[in-house]
């Protein structure tokens, strides 16, 4: 069994407070700035707000979520409200939707990852196998009644997460630079790995 330590409210709030103030700084953007630079910022932003999503979920009890469109490249943190609903967190526009710049790709990845484990995350008896919310007490109904789709990546009060890869891509459609990326990683806990890639995996 894990032995997990824990951490004081005042200690929490703290780490909070200085990763918005970082976050603040990483967000702050130039339009003149260089492909490579502009990567290396929005894949920091992302693993700044993963993290302190994370944070969140542990600190208020609440089981969050990552949900990545990936046609659109917006990304969106969620959490499951009383009536088990994914819903967008009211008065933390951090965690609201967010939409990487134009040429700009995301590709997310959950199978057969070569480090991931298989008996943290769905001993919680609150997802299922499939990565979706499980379907005791679902009732069909008419099509607008249809929920939207649950987050790929869980973000549990425990302090568990779905493992995951996802790929930040600067695909350039006309012009002569190259294709950058970055890969971020989470395997179980925060905080998350990022790498530099010559190419997508």
């Known amino acids: 069994m894990r032995l997990q330590k824990g951490f004081t409210l005042l200690e929490i709030m703290l780490v909070l407070a200085l990763m918005g103030i970082a976050i603040s700084i990483i967000s702050f953007t130039n339009n003149g ?34 949900l990545v469109d990936q046609e659109k490249s917006i990304y969106t943190f969620v959490h499951l409200d009383e009536d088990n609903k994914w819903t967008v967190i009211e008065g933390q526009k951090l965690f609201e939707e967010y939409q990487l710049p134009e040429e700009f790709t995301l590709a997310i990845e959950l199978d057969g990852l070569p480090w991931q484990s298989d008996d ?51 695909e350039p459609s006309f012009s002569d630079q190259r294709a950058l990326y970055v890969l971020l990683q989470g395997q179980d806990f925060t905080p998350l ?8 995996l």
């Open 33 to 66: 700035q260089a492909p490579d630079k502009q990567l290396e910022q929005e894949s920091k932003r992302l693993q700044v707000v993963f993290d302190m999503a994370s944070d969140y979920a542990v600190l208020n009890q609440l089981q969050m979520g990552l």
């Open 120 to 170: 943290s995350l769905f001993d919680q008896e609150v997802f299922d196998e499939e990565l979706s919310v499980s379907n005791d007490g679902v009732q069909i109904g008419n099509q607008e009644d249809i929920e939207p789709p649950p987050p790929q990546v869980f973000i549990l009060s425990s302090g568990d997460i779905t493992p995951f890869e996802l790929t930040i891509g600067f």
């Open 193 to 200: 790995i990022r790498k530099t890639l010559d190419e997508p």
